[in-house]
Nanobody, 124 residues
């Protein structure tokens, strides 16, 4: 059974730097893409960042470029989203999701598996 566990959320002040881990299990850890998505109240879910295992490429939406970093720890089967210089507009529920079984898998809104979200609230 595939499981994705996102954690690390909470209340932080603007400028803070939390790290969100997405711990994965139940699929081969060499053919996947794991993405971070977020949904703010009253807004649609948006893709924030993506890590693709086949070629180790990364993607960031424009609003987080230069502030967020996605990385993978193979030993822990965990993908991290390091968030720096947080802004109030980063407040949202953050989800991780996986596309599996393809060496050059990419993130999209049609992912195979979704984890439960973790709330990040940024206060000014």
């Amino acid at each position: 059974e595939v499981q994705l566990q996102a954690s690390g959320g909470g209340s932080v002040q603007a400028g803070g730097s939390p790290r969100l881990p997405c711990r994965a299990s139940g699929f081969t850890w060499d053919n996947f893409a794991i993405g971070w998505y977020r949904q703010a109240p009253g807004k649609e879910r948006e893709g924030v960042s993506c890590f693709s295992s086949g070629d180790r490429t990364t993607y960031y939406t424009d609003s987080v470029k230069g502030r967020f970093t996605i990385s993978s720890d193979n030993a822990k089967k965990t993908v991290y989203l390091q968030m720096n210089s947080l802004k109030p507009e980063d407040t949202a529920v953050y989800y991780c999701a996986a596309k599996t079984g393809f060496r050059y898998a990419r993130c999209s809104y049609n992912m195979d598996y979704w984890g439960k979200g973790t709330q990040v609230t940024v206060s000014s």
